[in-house]
């Protein structure tokens, strides 16, 4: 797992911060320009290949570009189950790969060994090899890997490579206005963006304001 | 495990005499997942190819006697996951010919439906990646689009884009909905008119062809000796359709072709599937029709069928009926059966053997793409080493089906 | 249809064929395991029969029976329409004497089928060309299909890692105490010590 921290620290600082502009700079670079090596073997490829087309399009988040050698690659992503028989090329292609790397549980075979909880399946890659981030689902949404891609993104930004556990970004608890928004109400848009609001509210008045 | 590298002594040379040892190991973007290769190599030609498949080996058997019988079908839809409606439904009148039950008609219109669209999405995907391995990455984008169409069909209906679990013994989980027709019918076009933008793409393009007219060929008595079943078979020209030979649900209520190649090449395997997502196309267009638009979806039989949510909710006969069938399972009668259909890549059979426990006693699949890889070995020794990625494209050997 | 299959065989071999039966539509015939391949040979070479596809080889343990492992095969005729299924019992407790004559010699794919009967069941094929384990690797001892073999019992070729090395929790929590849960599977329940 090593960092490439070479930055002077600052007072106060320990490892986990980017210090110094370099460090922030070479977090941006790295993040946007993941190589991934799709470590593919079973269903979730299915959703891999889905995440990979144009309707939910990786290459926005610069992760598009596959290598398949260990050599050239820095993001494992083991999407699909491990069994004992693949564990040992598993392991090997992750200690082909140089640092920086990262590694990437996509689904919950991967993650945690799924429901095959039997004599021939590895129960989740962490068993063998350190990973940074899990997605589950079986197979995850694209939306669901992507969103496991930023959260990725995010540690690599910040040169973080402790466990943690994701917080939840929207709580239904804490929204007075309902648990579910079904449609956009011209209410929220107002609030939100002020050039909107003025164009609504133009847009509303001949018809005398829509149903939320 | 097998070893990757060969050990050499210090200061002994390869010499050029012995056949190079090339190792198309498990993990290899053109091996769909899970093959390892260990090929030996005379120049560029392969002298002797050891196909090595159980790399996704995960205990299907072995899991589904440790639940119930209708624990199966999640572990059935990983089975083959490109068509995981064909393996529900499969697995479904297996367990439905062992209990002697017979569905109503509008479920056997709706498993048609569903389960050819599975079909179109697994041929889109095989010559998709086919044509991808071999250079051609803007085909396959057009029919993952087209494949996305098909999830979007299937995800309206049963809440997944992939892996459904959408089968139940004596029906389905949930009716049609509301909408299910409209979409069919709408899309139906669209996939077609992007299968057919790949094939103008592909099928002109002089290097396309060359790689795939006459590699990989094998005659249809060599297939058939070898278990060989589905669209490789057909396209060796023997006509062997089980939906056809051996209807089952409606099929013999529908009018549909059965493509059929003359040499059982690479290229004739590609042609075929394009042509079944054709045929497929029609026969969904008439199950739609025919589909009535109420009516049960699955059996009244209650000891196996699982009774409607609200009535669980009110009347204790049926909180009795549903804890009863959730914790001990339905119990099938005793007996053995073996049963077919024609999935994504030929003969899907499922043996059973129940004990008359709600747990089953045995749960065999018969994969398709098991015997179909079996020949692999044969189909590659002399050619080039570049001849494996359209032949093993073309073969559509599905890890999850194959290593079961 | 093929009770006439069913007939022929009973004609040819006599006493080797111990039972036949037609439940649910699926001809059976149980046959002696020293006559497997001559009967595999007279089903794939008499023209009335013609069984030319090999649909499908598995083994079913039945561990209070002796023998134990019981073999089953499908076979298809595309010309004639036909299907039989072909059983056979061989091994005791202890799967001794769990060995078959080989078919790879009529059918070449019942290759990978009798490979995949040996790893997954134990039972041994005569005379076949290459009998190593296709599904599991070479290292894995035992036969996961037999009954006796524990479902989770796992033989990890890569060591897992341990706890202090990941700095973080890695194995699974047990939701079940040994008395929880569905009663599922025909095992009796292990001692703790695994």
Known sequence: MGDVNRSLTLEGSEQGFATTKVDALLGWARKYSLFMYPFVTACCGMEFMALTSPRFDVARFGAEAPRFSPRQSDLLWVVGTISQRQAPVLKRIYEQMMDPKWVMAFGTCASTGGFYDNYTTVPGIDKIIPTDVYIPGCPPRPEAVLDGLMLLQDKIARNERRPGVVKPRFDPAHNVAGLVHLRRSATDARDLVPALRDKEAKALAPHGGREA | MEPLDMELEEGELELPAEPMHLNLGPSHPAMHGTVRIVLELSGETMVKADVQVGYLHRGFEKMCERGTWAQVFPYVDRLNYVSPMLNNVGYALAVEKLCGLVVPERCQWYRMALGELARISDHLTCDGAMAMELGAITPFLWFVKAREMVWDILEEETGARLTHSFGRIGGMANPPSRDFKGLCRAALPKIVGLVEEGERMLLKNRIFIDRLENVGAISGADAVALGWTGPCLRATGVAYDIRKAHPYLKYDEVDFDVPVGTKGDTLDRFLVRLGEIRQSRRIIEQSIDRMADDGPISCDDPAVVLPDKMAVYTTIEATIQHFKLIMEGAKIPKGEVYSYTEGGNGELGFYLVSDGSGTPYRVRIRPPCFQITGGLSKLLEGRMLSDIVPTFGSLNMIGGECDH | ?194
């Not at chain 3, 036909?82 to 004559?101: C, N, Q, S, Y």
């Not at chain 3, 040996?118 to 384990?133: A, E, K, N, T």
């Not at chain 3, 990890?156 to 700095?167: D, F, H, M, N, Q």
């Open chain 3, 1 to 194: 249809m093929s009770q006439v299959v069913l007939d022929k065989l009973r004609e040819r071999f006599g006493a080797a064929v111990l039972e036949t039966h037609s439940q649910l539509g699926d001809d059976t015939a149980v046959v002696d395991p020293s006559k497997w391949k001559a009967i595999c040979a007279f089903l794939r070479q008499d023209p009335a029969l013609d069984f030319d596809l090999p649909v499908d080889l598995c083994g079913v343990d039945y561990p209070d029976r002796a023998p134990r492992m019981e073999v089953v095969m499908h076979l298809y005729s595309i010309s004639m329409r036909h299907r039989i299924r072909l059983k056979t019992r061989v091994g005791d407790e202890d799967m001794a004497g769990a060995e078959l004559d080989s078919v790879t010699s009529i059918w070449p794919g019942m290759n990978w089928l009798e490979r995949e009967v040996f790893d997954m069941s134990g039972v041994h094929f005569r005379g076949h060309p290459d009998l190593r384990r296709i599904l599991m690797y070479p290292e894995f001892e035992g036969h996961p299909l037999q009954r006796t073999y524990a479902a989770d019992r796992t033989q990890p070729l890569v060591p897992y890692r341990t706890e202090a090395e990941a700095g973080m929790p890695l194995h699974k929590l047990e939701p079940f105490g040994p008395d929880e849960g569905m009663p599922f599977g025909r095992m009796p329940p292990r001692p703790e010590d695994d």
